[in-house]
Structures are given as C-alpha cells and as structure tokens.
C-alpha cells in the first residue's frame, strides 16, 4: 500500500512533464550489466572499465560509464568469482581507493580516499560516510559488508560525496552492489569451489517464468565455511574461520506494460569461530616499567606462545564467537508516466549481533566476558521521478525517510588476573585477586535513528557537447539515546562510586578506575542544506572531462560508548553529543577510450576538506583522559587516481589502477596519544613515527598531531594485473584456456587514530593467478592460487587498552588455493 501510495502521488507531479521520451521503460529499470559488455571490457582479471560500453546505473538511469561525470569503477560478476572478491574486504584488493578494516563485522569500517568512519572502535551514534547499496537499498550497518555476494551482477565503487541523487547522503561515496534480475528465459548457474584450510564455497541459482512475460522468480543461495587460519593452543581450535549461508529471492511482477514491481527477500547467517587478535610487538611506553607489559606479565608469571605473530599461534582464553543475522524484505516499482519514470523503493532490514570477545588478547584472565549483543532495525522509503532519455533538461528529484532502533546488551567482567594488571603495582590491593575478580558492568543502550530529506539533480545540455548539473538536498536528522552501565563487585554488590565513598575504601576507588557506572540520555537533531554542480565537455566521442564542486554534509551523532567522568564523576553530558562534519570537494575528471577503443585511461583528481571531523579524542580540557567520539578540528585529503584498460590483441586483456591519497589532519590539537607518550610528564616534541619537523606537541592528556596522516590510508596504492587467452576446440565446444595474474601493492599505513612508530603497518604486495578452461559463459574450470608468494602482512594492529605497550594485530591470509567449477544451463 505504501509504495502504490508513493507511486501515485510522483505520478500526479509528473503529469505536467511536456519531456518526449527517446528510449523506454528500460530507461530507470534495474537493468543488468549485458555480459557482451563485460567481454567487451576484454574480460579483465578486475573487470575494470575497458575498452567497451559498459553500462552502469550509478546515477539511477542506465548510462555509458565513460559518460558519467563520477569517478566509478566497475566489477562484473564473473570477474568477481575469478578474482574470489567475494565480499567487500576483498575488493580492496581490487580498488586502491577503497580501505576497508575490521577487527570483527561490528567493527568494520569501509573508507574511500581516506574517509568515510572514525578509527577505531564503532559507536552505534554516528552514521558512516561510504553507503553500501544492494538493489538499490540502504544498509545502514556496515556488518553487511562482511557476508558473501551472492547471484550479483555487478558491483559500482563510486568515490566522492553522493547525496543529490541517492537516498541516504554518504560524503565519501557509495558501494553499489547490483544482482541478477529474475528472468523471462529458464536459466540456471551453479558454482563449486574447494580449497587448502577445508575452504569449500557453493553457489547456486535458477530462475524462470512463472508466467510468460508477467510474472518471473529468481531464487539464490551461497554456502561458505573455512577452517580458521590462526590455530588456538590453549583450546585446540583453528580462529578466525569463515561460516557464512546465504538464501535470496526476488519476484518481478510485470503489472502492466508501464508497470514492474519487483519483491525481494534474502537471509544471511555468519557464525565463524572469530575474531581474534593477538600478540604482534612490544613498545615502551612513558609509564613507569612496573606498570609495563613485560613487567606486568612477568608477575604472573606468563608467556604468549610465540613472539612471531606469522607463527599464527595464540593462547587467548575467552571464548571467540562473532554470530550475526542480517535480513529483510523490499519492495522496488517503476512506473513509466511516458515522459518520466516514477520509482518507490520500499524495505524493511534487521541485523542481530551476537558476540564474545577476548579484549585483553592474552591467555591470562584479566577481562573474562567482552561482549555487546545487539539488535538492530530499520525502515526505509524512497521515491524518485526522473526523466525518460535525453532531453535539454533532465531531472532527477526525490524524498527519502529512514528511522532504524537499535537496542544493545553489553557486559564485561574482569577475572582474577585483573588486579594485578590493571591496578597500579603502588595500590595495596594490587596482588589481591578478589579486589577486581568478578567486577561487572552491564550496559543497557537504547538508540532511535531518523532521518528524512528531499533531493535532485538537473542536467543542462547546453549545447550537444557541454552539460552542467546542479543538485541539491536538504536532510533533516534526528538521534536520541539512553546509556545506563551498571557496575557489581565480585560479590554482586551494586558499585558506588562516589567522592564519599572512594575516599572511604581504596578498594571501591580502585575499583572505580576500572569500570565505573554512569548513566546519560544523549539528544541529537539537525537540518542541514547540501549540493553539488558539474559542468561537463564531450571533446570527441571518446574524450569526455568534467569538474564538481560539492559541499556536503555527515549528519551529527551521540556517543554511546561511555562519556569521561568528571570530578564528581558524573558523565560530562557536553561530550554526549557530535557536531556534523562539513565537506567541501573538488574534482576534475578526464575519461578517454583510444586505439580503436581497445584502450581505456580514466584520471580524476580531487581534494577534499572537512571541517568538524568526527573521530576518537581525548579532550584534556575536561581533565580527563578517556578517549571518546568528538570534533577534531579539520582534515584533508587530496590525489590522483587512475583507471586504465589495454587489450592489445584480441587475446591479451592488461589493466592498472593507481592511487595516490594524501589524507593529513590539519587541525588536531585534542587527540590520544599515541604509546610512545602514554602515562609520561608532560613534553613537546615530534611524534616518533612523524616526518621531522612535523608539529606535534605532547602532554600526558593530549596530544597535537596537527599535521599527521590519517589512519587506515596508503599513500600509495596500486592493482593490476592481465590475461591470456588461448582458443582451443574440444569435441564441439569452441572454448578457451586462459592464464590469469591479479596484483596489488599498498604503501605502508597508520593502525592508530594517533600515528605511532608502533602500529604502522608495512606496505606490502600480494599476487594472485589462475589457469582454466571455459566455453563462452557456459562452463569455467579453473585452478587459482591466491597470496602466492605467502606474503606476511598485517590487516590491522591495535593496542591493549591501558597503554601497557602491548601491540596485538591480524593477519591477513597466507597463501591459499583450490579449483572452482562454474556452470550456466
């Protein structure tokens, strides 16, 4: 009833269009990517943009990508099988622009250029800056970038802010992640892949009429389990494995001839024995050595495993489990008006997280429960009215409504090697394991989410060769929260923590510096007016330039993660809330095809400045030292990125993809500080992993790391790669054998929102290569080694909480290989 409501109402303001449609319905349709297209691109290990016309649908009509004023690329299907991207973590691998990080699928974060979500620990208050799109619906937990693609078509990386043409406004640009459509013609797909660590992953997909021309179904599923790669000697359990199913459908239901509605539905279960990091380094820190950790696990005596963290040993002692479910249902209509297409995009998605965590990363029992179940719902509407074919004006206009709840249980207990090593070595009940054994705190967090806005975009053609598109949007937002942690003693006592009641017992003050209660109801909302314009030149038919400036907006936030204490140890109730970044971008774009067109090279440079950056701070002002999500003054990030494709002959495809991202803190004077300055007196002086003459000044509450770069980015970050094919007639199928190589590099990068020469992680190249035999889309048989040369490289380090100077990290996989047979009927 709400979509044919939506529906409705864009016809009536559609009904004065006077435009004439060029082409038809198809037009604003969730048309597939043509598999002539992706071999036109010369079928590329990447299936980035060749030397074809690949069609995208990036700005919500099905257009050439070499005709979009977007920096996009584009990965097809079967490129996405071959390369084995089959998640979002795997595409980075892929696109140089694209980081993305996770320590578990709650604490993900997807960034694009360097921006995109504050490093670190996620805060349910904040929104992320990179939207992830799955047939055209939002997912606002970026949980589902863990699960697998299953039956997709294609999938569009588009980088810079995107908000005029998008229902949810992301500032650092958008995954759009497009499936197969159901299908008038009976088909049937099913891939089988096997591999070293008891890697098994099964795809399957049909589809057909129901009733001819009217009614159409598509049913999918994909399986995929592995044996962990980190193997755990304390419980004889292989950590970090993969076990992930999936189950999707989607039902097209051609109404009328101007009329299609189609239903879609999917669930996802993840319940791999994950996520653990371990013991990576050492570093000394300002503390005195007795609060060190290599004193404070001397005293009890204990020893990791293995110092070398590509032994891929550990010891941790809590139980590992990272379960999710991700679900939901939507409903996608286009109407064609003849001069306009009417589109309503209606869904309704859940997310239940249910961890447990080892947060002290050692074998010892100092915190024995870390976990946050959470649950997670949302709903969403979108209409949208955009012209038919080419015209002198076309438009795109819209509104948008989004509210999602989300309810959280967290608790943590400290067990019986906590006082020890948490409490300072001076502290009397620091050899007495009772003081802190069993202390807990139970957090209740409650979070209501809305947001609605109302956008659009026209594009002027000026003359046959120059456009220019202006949007706007304007979003209003609005988040509201309850925090409540409640601590107990060991004995189940409620924990009073009081000035009274610490300076009565150096127990309760001791206790009360490890986990103190607090409670708080955080209040956000806000308008905001955002927009965009871009003037573009068709030089030649294979010549295409074109330059944006916009000025964007991420919506504000609350923390829900804890609030500093003050002197009365109250929550600091002006820390609860976060001010919206403000983005200001500028982008110049040259998209040319030469040689025939078996050549493609595509340059976008840009620079981006945002005001009010949302990220973990430590705000010394307040007296405090506990870090917290807040404004850390202004940062910046500007580059070139370069797309290119060859296919010198009709056998050989090449392509590269190059990135160069200065991403800086400009204005940072509140940050934590990294280790190497944790607990010392206060010091001005440069940062050890700064370049020199870099400022950065230094106090035992803050730091300025005016200057520094951003975490999680790579200056440098390069893919490449190419394939050969070999015609060859085996009874009466004409196939192929082809020989496939995919690279990539990335220089090294910070893993600490404050850099330190601890946490830096070395660049590294990985390479990858496959052999196979097909027969045009029908049959694919292939062999594939990935990691081939068994690189040792760090996804991420991290520091033990309290600055003991222990640095844990994860491993990215070793090498890893098998064989995927893929059929199409």
């Not at 799955?134 to 863990?146: C, G, L």
């Not at 060769?465 to 004995?491: E, F």
């Not at 204490?565 to 030469?594: C, M, S, Y």
């Not at 085996?730 to 929102?753: E, K, L, M, V």
Request: hydrophobic fraction near 35%; aromatic fraction near 10%; include cysteine.
């Amino acid at each position: 009833m709400l979509t044919y409501l939506a529906l409705s109402l864009l016809s009536q303001v559609a009904a004065s269009s006077s435009l004439t449609p060029e082409t038809g319905f198809e037009q604003q349709g969730q048309a597939p990517m043509p598999d002539d297209a992706e071999r036109a691109s010369g079928r590329l290990g990447a299936a980035q943009q060749g030397s074809g016309d690949i069609v995208v649908s990036a700005r919500r009509r099905t257009e050439n990508i070499q005709r979009v004023p977007i920096a996009i690329s584009v990965i097809g299907g079967s490129a996405l099988a071959e390369t084995g991207a089959y998640n979002v973590s795997r595409l980075t691998q892929l696109q140089p622009s694209l980081q993305f990080y996770s320590t578990n699928p709650r604490n993900s974060a997807a960034n694009i250029r360097g921006l995109g979500a504050p490093f670190g620990l996620t805060n349910d208050g904040i929104e992320q800056g990179v939207g992830i799109y799955v047939d055209q619906v939002y997912y606002s937990r970026i949980a589902s970038a863990s699960f697998d693609f299953t039956d997709t078509d294609r999938i569009e990386v588009l980088r810079g802010p995107q908000g005029t043409m998008y229902g949810k406004n992301t500032t650092a640009g958008a995954i759009n992640v497009i499936t197969r459509p159901p299908s008038f013609l009976p088909e049937a797909r099913v891939e089988l892949t096997g591999g070293n660590f008891d890697f098994f992953q099964g795809k399957v997909s049909v589809s057909g009429p129901l009733i001819n021309d009217v009614l159409a179904l598509r049913l999918s599923a994909s399986m995929t389990t592995r044996r962990g790669t980190i193997y755990n000697v304390r419980t004889d359990r292989d950590e970090n494995s993969q076990d992930n199913v999936s189950v999707r459908g989607q039902l097209l239901w051609r109404a009328t001839p101007d009329l299609d509605l189609t239903f879609y539905g999917d669930y996802n279960r993840q319940n791999p024995h994950c996520c653990v990091q371990y013991y990576a380094r050492t570093g000394s820190t300002q503390r005195p050595l007795n609060r060190q950790y290599a004193a404070l696990a001397a005293a009890q005596g204990y020893a990791v495993p293995s110092i070398n963290a590509f032994d891929r040993i550990t010891d941790v002692d809590s139980p590992l489990q990272a379960l999710q479910e991700l679900g939901g249902g939507s409903v996608l209509a286009n109407w064609n008006l003849g001069g306009a297409t009417a589109t309503a995009v209606t869904a309704y998605r859940f997310w239940h997280w249910t961890p447990s965590n080892d947060r002290d990363f050692i074998g010892l029992p100092v915190t024995t429960v870390s976990a946050n179940p959470s649950q997670q719902r949302q709903i969403s509407q979108e209409l949208r009215l955009a012209s038919n074919g080419t015209n002198p004006l076309d438009y795109v206009i819209g509104a948008f409504y989004f509210h999602q709840k989300i309810d959280t249980q967290g608790l943590q207990v400290q067990g019986p090697a906590a006082s020890r090593f948490l409490l300072n070595p001076t502290s009397a009940n620091a050899g007495n394991p009772a003081v802190l054994n069993g202390l807990s705190a139970r957090n209740t967090i409650g979070f209501t989410n809305t947001s609605a806005a109302v956008f659009g975009k026209l594009t002027w053609r000026v003359t046959d060769q120059v456009q220019i598109a202006p949007g706007l949007r304007i979003n209003y937002d609005r988040k509201d929260g309850a925090y409540l942690s409640a601590v107990t003693t060991g004995g189940g006592a409620m924990l009073n923590c009081s000035a009274a009641a610490q300076a009565a017992s150096t127990v309760v003050r001791d206790q009360c510096s490890v986990l103190s209660p607090q409670a708080y109801q955080p209040h956000f909302d806000n308008w905001n007016v955002s927009g965009d314009i871009t003037a573009s030149y068709q030089a030649t038919p294979d010549i295409f330039g074109y330059v944006t400036y916009a000025r964007s907006y991420k919506s504000g936030g609350i923390n829900l993660a804890g609030l500093p204490l003050d002197a009365a140890n109250n929550p600091i109730i002006d820390a609860a809330t976060v001010k919206p970044e403000q983005v200001n971008h500028v982008e110049l774009g040259l998209k040319t095809r030469f040689l025939d067109r078996r050549a493609t090279v595509n340059v976008a440079a840009f620079w981006t400045e945002i005001e009010d950056y949302q990220a973990t701070v430590t705000n010394g002002q307040l007296g405090v030292l506990r870090g917290y999500l807040a404004n850390a003054g202004k940062v910046r990030t500007g580059g070139i990125e370069l797309d290119g494709a060859l296919r010198p002959t009709s056998r050989l495809s090449l392509y590269a993809n190059a990135a160069f991202t200065d991403a800086r803190y400009v204005r940072f004077v509140d940050a934590p500080c990294p280790p190497e300055f944790s607990g010392g007196a206060a010091a001005t002086a440069a940062s050890p992993a700064s370049p020199a003459g870099q400022p950065g000044g230094f106090s035992p509450a803050k730091c300025d790391i005016s200057g520094q770069y951003l975490p999680g980015v790579s200056k440098w970050a390069f893919s490449y790669g190419a394939e050969y094919d070999l015609p060859v007639r085996i009874g009466a199928a004409d196939g192929q054998f082809y020989f496939g190589f995919d690279g990539s590099y990335r220089s090294n990068f910070s893993s600490n929102p404050s850099r330190s020469a601890y946490t830096d992680i070395a660049g590294y190249a990985l390479s990858n290569f496959r052999i196979g035999y097909k027969v045009r889309e029908d049959w694919n048989v292939f062999g594939w080694v990935r990691n081939a040369f068994d690189q040792d490289y760090f996804e991420v380090l991290a520091l033990q909480s309290g600055n003991t100077g222990l640095v844990v990290g994860q491993p990215g996989d070793p090498r890893t290989f098998g064989v995927t047979v893929a059929r199409r009927f």
